[in-house]
């Protein structure tokens, strides 16, 4: 069965998964679009010979009777009242990260799912799909280092735009993290603190570049990422962990060793997009194939609620300059299924 998808939100992100659906995957075909730029949605439906109907309201979209599943690329800040729509139609969706921009709409998401009998929402967390995370996390399940102790993590970035500014490094930056490390270690967190390190010439006004986020997990692995997002050379994600027996390090991504000019060099990436491509494309193709089997098997809504509630005990944290309880209401049953 091919499935029907429609997309709301058709900018950089959705034209991104609305080409690879449409060129490197299979079992999918998109019917169905909706954005606030109605021409330049349209434009590029024509431009990629699409055939899909572009709906002025994203409600007509998700009700329609020939779209069977959605994708949610739209701004942060719509994807509550859109998700809620999704789940209120019984329509399983693909929603980008963040799931929502605050812990108690994360919560409204999780408990519409819940009361609705079904689990329909998939989050984007598309590490969890990179082939690198997946050999790490084989390392661990595997006890090959004994029991996590400690893990040391960098998110680094060479630039970003002068509209990324306040607690953009926690909210849109470091919440990567703290989906992947929860996935890795099959723990949560109970506590977060935040730490500023000194400010780098390269960090733009609005913005405090780079900071630390320090976590704590509930069987008392320690986590220190470091968060840089001007760091000039390169887009850098490291993450190492520290177990009872040994180490384990998340592999680089490939690239050719040079010997050139008296020097020996590896190429570091610039770019996350191609960094993470490959996840992108695992990520959505299994989503896929789920889907058509009725099943979720990717972050949750609840992997989305505890991403968010623990983003905002970091914005707490950092505020406060203090060690902040991450509080999370009680899982349902429902979501251990």
């Not at 989050?123 to 661990?140: C, E, H, I, N, W």
């Amino acid at each position: 069965m091919e499935l029907r998808l429609g997309v709301i939100g058709c900018g950089a992100i959705g034209q991104d998964h609305i080409k690879r659906i449409t060129k490197k995957l299979t079992g999918a075909r998109v019917v169905a679009l909706n954005d606030i730029n109605l021409a330049a949605t349209q434009a590029f439906n024509d431009a990629e010979k699409l055939g899909a109907k572009v709906y002025e309201n994203y409600n007509d979209l998700v009700n329609a009777a020939d779209v069977d599943a959605l994708l949610i690329a739209s701004w942060g800040p719509a994807h509550e009242e859109q998700l809620l729509a999704c789940v209120a139609a019984g329509k399983p969706v693909f929603c980008e990260k963040p799931m929502t921009t605050s812990a108690a709409g994360g919560l409204r998401i999780v408990e519409a799912e819940v009361q609705h009998g079904k689990k329909l929402v998939q989050v984007g967390f598309m590490r969890r799909y990179d082939a690198g995370y997946r050999a790490l996390k084989q390392t661990l399940d595997a006890g090959t280092i004994g029991e996590a102790l400690m893990v040391h993590c960098a998110h680094r970035n060479p630039s970003v735009p002068e509209m990324y500014v306040g607690d953009m490094a926690l909210t849109d930056t470091f919440v990567h993290e703290i989906d992947v490390l929860r996935w890795l270690l099959n723990d949560d967190y109970v506590t977060a603190q935040v730490v500023e390190g000194r400010k780098s010439k390269h960090s733009h006004e609005g913005l405090h570049d780079p900071i630390m986020v320090l976590l704590e997990t509930r069987k008392g692995i320690r986590i220190d990422t470091e968060i840089f997002v001007a760091c000039q050379f390169g887009y850098d994600i490291q993450c190492q962990v520290v177990g009872e027996m040994g180490a384990a390090n998340l592999p680089e991504p490939q690239s050719i060793p040079l010997r050139l000019a008296g020097r020996a060099s590896d190429g570091i990436l610039m770019d996350w997009k191609q960094r993470f491509i490959a996840s992108y494309d695992v990520e959505l193709q299994e989503w896929i194939d789920d889907t058509q089997r009725g099943e979720v098997n990717g972050p949750t809504a609840w992997d989305g609620y505890f991403a968010s509630a623990t983003a905002e005990a970091c914005v707490e944290a950092r505020r406060t300059k203090g060690i902040v309880p991450i509080t999370i209401a009680d899982k349902p049953a429902f979501y251990n299924r």
